[in-house]
């Protein structure tokens, strides 16, 4: 009986299929099945043979060793991708945008830790031992890029504030910001509250500093801030907790970093029996689905995230392909994409409540 055929005795494990047992079940060389099972055939195996080998994949339930493959080319078909929070709505549409750019040649793997925090460069080091093909990473910290080992082809995304050498897809988020610091002071808003993320990348920290700074400039005070991770509840209790306060301190609008604060500010408002926007504006950033249906709609600064995504990937292809992305005819290694105030019922219709 062939060693595949036999049944496995009380609590041993089944042999472990070879190519070599492949090629002796179809009567091939073990170089015909990696042909076959690699989809290299043409002009190079029979018909004859590739239905053999086919045949004896499915008798024996053959797996080809992916890992084993990779190691021996120098590198997998697995493309990484760490963000700081893939719990974050907005990250579905990233990975939508770079699942669709390099299409079904590689796989995607997610670097998945708790909800606000970024993937430590040591749990990255241990990705790199699969040898991927390529790393995109979102919204990283120069000290995360600094403790990053040499990790073969790289694309940065979402890295405003951050310097690095490395290809980089960008949002125009301190364009965003100052888009809504117009709005809100063009509605006669003068102290306003900012609701951030504690995330701790500069993405968030770009847009808040370009917030206030043109705030200032435009005669709105921030009178207050405050932080919590990108969760609905978290951003509801902590407007709760906060909002008696800035309310003594007259705040008429709360700026949210993502859509998914102002959500949770929205959810309060109702059981506060606040009316948005009467007595209290509230603006988001991001533009994510639910934000055009919310009750009311939101105020918020458009991110294109699916493209994004698709921008990187393209990127990262190209990388791969050995393309220069700099230089005479080359689309260059930093892009930006805009960001594009969406006004909606949160903020509109209506002037800053009096005093």
Same mark, same amino acid.
């Given at each position: ?18 190519? =070599? ?9 073990? &170089?015909? *099945? ?13 018909? +004859? ?5 086919e045949q004896a994949v499915s008798e024996l339930?053959?797996? *080809? ?60 080091? /241990? ?10 990473? +979102? ?16 694309v940065l995304l979402d890295t405003a504030g ?9 949002? +125009? ?7 809504? =610091? ?7 808003? /003068? ?34 801030? &405050? ?25 008429? =609008? ?16 109702? *059981? ?13 950033? +991001? ?33 791969? &392909? ?20 969406? *006004? ?7 002037? &800053?409540?009096?005093?």
């Open positions: 009986m062939h060693p595949a055929s036999m049944p496995p005795s009380d609590g041993a494990r089944p042999p472990r299929i070879t190519a =070599a047992m492949v090629a002796a079940r179809a009567g091939v060389s073990t &170089a015909t *099945v990696s042909l076959v099972t690699s989809g290299k055939t043409a002009g190079r195996v029979s018909t +004859d043979n590739i239905a053999k080998v339930g053959y797996v *080809v060793d992916g890992l084993g493959s990779s190691l021996a080319r120098g590198r997998s078909n697995i493309v990484i991708l760490v963000a700081p929070d893939v719990s974050n709505p907005f990250f579905a549409r990233v990975i939508d945008g770079v699942r669709s750019e390099i299409g079904a040649a590689f796989q995607l793997l997610l670097s998945v830790t708790e909800a606000g925090q970024m993937p430590t460069p040591a749990e990255v080091r /241990t990705l790199l031992s699969l040898r991927p093909a390529g790393l995109l990473v +979102d919204a990283p910290s120069a000290e995360f890029l600094a403790a990053l080992p040499a990790a073969g082809p790289m951050v310097e690095s050498a490395a290809p980089s897809v960008n949002f +125009d988020v301190a364009a965003g910001a100052v888009l809504l =610091a117009d709005h809100l002071a063009g509605l006669g808003h /003068t102290t306003v509250a900012y609701l951030d993320s504690t995330t701790g990348t500069e993405t968030f920290r770009v847009r808040r500093e370009a917030f206030c700074r043109h705030a200032r400039t435009l005669g709105m005070e921030v009178a207050a801030q &405050a932080g919590t991770t990108i969760d609905v509840s978290a951003a509801a209790q902590a407007f709760a907790g906060a909002w008696p306060q800035w309310q003594r301190q007259g705040v008429t =609008a709360v700026v949210c970093c993502t859509d998914t604060h102002a959500y949770g500010v929205l959810q309060e408002a109702r *059981v506060a029996r606040l009316d948005v926007p009467g007595q209290l504006a509230v603006t988001g950033f +991001d533009d994510l689905p639910y934000s055009e249906t919310s009750s009311p709609g939101l105020t918020t600064v458009r991110l294109p995230a699916a493209e994004l995504g698709r921008a990187a990937g393209r990127q990262l292809l190209r990388l791969l &392909a050995g393309e220069e992305l700099d230089g005479p005819g080359a689309a260059g290694r930093s892009l930006t994409l805009d960001s594009e105030l969406v *006004v909606r019922g949160s903020t509109a219709g209506s002037a &800053a409540p009096g005093p």
